[in-house]
């Protein structure tokens, strides 16, 4: 099927690190997915913690999910026109939401940041956005920019296609760093429209940010009238229904989201108070539009996967099975003095092949351990667990994993640390 599949996409893949280019071998192809379970087309077995890369919150084929789903889907598919079921997510969302007050919906996670940067151009009236080294905001061309050579700030394109031309309004920062920060705004005093950033970094790596910096990031902002954005895409729902700008009680001016928001369905949002949203199109000139926004059977989706999420202790059962997966293995790293360490944020967690207590940079990051990483994915598969194929990557814990679930893998991971490791 990977063979089939290279003659059709490039590299065989709709999404690049699916084609496993940085573990080596050949991708799964799965076919069906219950619980934490999913089958591949050979028949194997394997828990799952990439969970679509995070939209799973539930596990797979969750039965309330799929009832929702099933039960619109046969009234059809699109209308183009609104619907109840955007006024029932909707809702659903900003009623439980401090932070937010109107929302628009998208249909992924890249266009909720790109709108969302669109919108804080439209309010400031200024170009320059601020982006940090080592957060993703999906692949608009704005925010495909990394750090320019040296000192500078300006960025340059991350990708062929980008013109450094857009480039250069994108100022990079590296995280935890608010000399470079007070740098940067103090340089282009007037001209930042918006601070974008990952509050909870989790894709290059788990890149805990200390509260206090983003506290700091946050009266930065208010002080030279930029707009702080909040992509909470992966920590949106994910760390509390809140999200990061909940648990540490931050106030952020925009938030973009995604992934959970659809229930395993393509939607994405951006989210404001009504003065900042009211400059959207149609009530104001910052033009935004989509032919299958607010599609009500990925609405349908989304309801029935946040009703679940709002169940009371929801979260706190989240982290505990977290912790039962990863805390029995780092024990045993300790134990045996491996250079290994696994940071988690509720159940979001990733495997660091350093001894460091904190990562909070990309810099920080030993590109050369990720060699530990391809043994250790492999020596997983063939214990039947399923991990994201880069070691950069997060993994997520479900509501679905059972303590069965969590205790057989826990023992697969010590298992496959010691092959790593031998
Ligand atoms: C996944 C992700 C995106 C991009 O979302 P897509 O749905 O893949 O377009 C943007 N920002 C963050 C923080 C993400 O994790």
Not at 70 to 98: D, V
Not at 104 to 121: D, H, N, Q
Not at 241 to 251: C, P, R, T, V
Request: aromatic share 10%; proline share 5%; net charge negative.
């Amino acid at each position: 099927m990977f063979e089939k599949a290279q003659s059709l996409f490039p590299g065989g893949v709709n999404s690049p690190v699916r084609a496993f280019q940085s573990v080596g071998g050949t991708p799964l192809f799965v076919d069906r997915g219950a619980g934490a379970h999913i089958w591949d087309a050979d028949g194997n077995e394997f828990i799952d913690f990439c969970c679509s890369w995070g939209p799973l919150i539930l596990g797979h084929a969750h039965p309330a999910v799929v009832e929702r789903v099933t039960a619109t889907l046969s009234n059809g598919t699109s209308f183009g026109t609104p619907t109840r079921l955007e006024n029932e997510l909707g809702e659903l969302i900003l009623s439980n939401h401090r932070y937010a007050e109107r929302i628009r919906f998208v249909s992924s996670g890249t266009e909720a940041a790109m709108s969302a940067i669109r919108l804080a151009r439209g309010v400031t009236g200024r170009d320059k956005i601020i982006k940090f080294d080592g957060c993703y905001h999906g692949h608009a061309d704005a925010l495909l920019v990394k750090a320019g050579s040296g000192l500078a700030t300006l960025g340059t394109s991350s990708s062929a296609g980008v013109p450094e031309a857009y480039a250069r309004e994108t100022l990079v920062l590296p995280l935890n760093d608010l000399d470079a920060l007070e740098g940067c705004v103090a340089t282009y005093k007037g001209q930042i429209a918006v601070v974008a950033i990952e509050p909870i970094p989790a894709n290059n790596g788990l890149l805990i940010q200390d509260p206090e910096f983003l506290r700091e990031v946050r009266r930065i902002c208010t002080r030279e009238g930029i707009l702080l954005l909040f992509d909470e895409v992966i920590s949106g729902f994910r760390v509390g229904f809140e999200g990061a700008a909940g648990l540490y009680d931050i106030q952020p001016d925009v938030l973009a989201f995604g992934k959970i928001i659809g229930g395993g369905l393509p939607v994405g949002a951006y989210a404001a108070s009504e003065e900042v949203m009211r400059h959207i199109a149609p009530t104001g000139p910052v033009y935004q539009a989509g032919t299958l926004s607010g599609n009500p059977v990925a609405m349908a989706a989304g309801v029935a996967q946040l009703s679940e999420c709002l169940k009371p202790g929801f979260y706190e059962a989240l982290d505990r099975k977290a912790a039962r997966l990863v805390d029995p293995v780092v024990a045993h790293a300790k134990a045996q003095g491996y250079s290994f360490n696994i940071f988690r944020r509720g159940s979001i967690f990733w495997l660091a092949f350093s001894d460091a207590i904190h990562i909070r940079r990309s810099d920080q990051i030993d590109s050369d351990s990720m060699a530990y990483f391809s043994t250790l994915h492999a020596a997983l598969l063939e214990r039947g667990i399923y991990l994201g194929p880069s070691g950069y990557e997060v993994g997520f814990v479900s509501a679905a994993h059972t303590d069965a679930d969590l205790d057989r893998a826990a023992q697969a991971f010590i298992e496959a640390l010691d092959v790593a490791f031998a």
